[in-house]
């Protein structure tokens, strides 16, 4: 086992026989996930590529222009039942650009929030999931909300780590 995580450490994901070409990259299953590198850095994802690349459809080109951007955006996390989709976001896109947590205005008195910084849709780049019944996805004035099913969550963020590495690319 460690020397498997030393071997991607140094060696980056192998072509081996369990790694999946996907758009000229390889993703391996590790653990009930995904690695993948770019550029010498690694990514992590919930889910295998052909899983989510119809999810890629829903996400606004110009998202994608400003999440590659190096604007600070901000991780609206007043919703807690979107934590484990905002953790993986965290953890795959804060080693390559500016991320802080926040909180909307209306829930600045809930206790997760009272260290948090206060953020806005129209004044921050700031991005809001929210596990909901009904699926809706929208992007205006650098400010996402994404409401699904936890699946769908977990395939968009899934979606925006590949889309920021170039995945997409052509």
Known sequence: MVLSIFGVMIGGISQGEDAVKYNGIYF??????????V?????????????????YEDLHSEFINDLRGNERFYFDVSDVSSGKVISNLYSNLARVRPISLACDEENKQEEGCLDKPIKSCGDDFLLGFEVSEEKVISYESKCLIVKGSSGYLGGISDVMIMAYAGVFDE
Request: charged residues 25%; glycine residues 18%; aromatic residues 14%.
């Open 28 to 37: 391996r299953a590790d653990g009930g996930s995904y690695l993948f590198d």
């Open 39 to 55: 550029d010498g850095v690694q990514y992590r994802i919930m889910n295998g590529p052909t899983e989510v690349e119809g999810f």
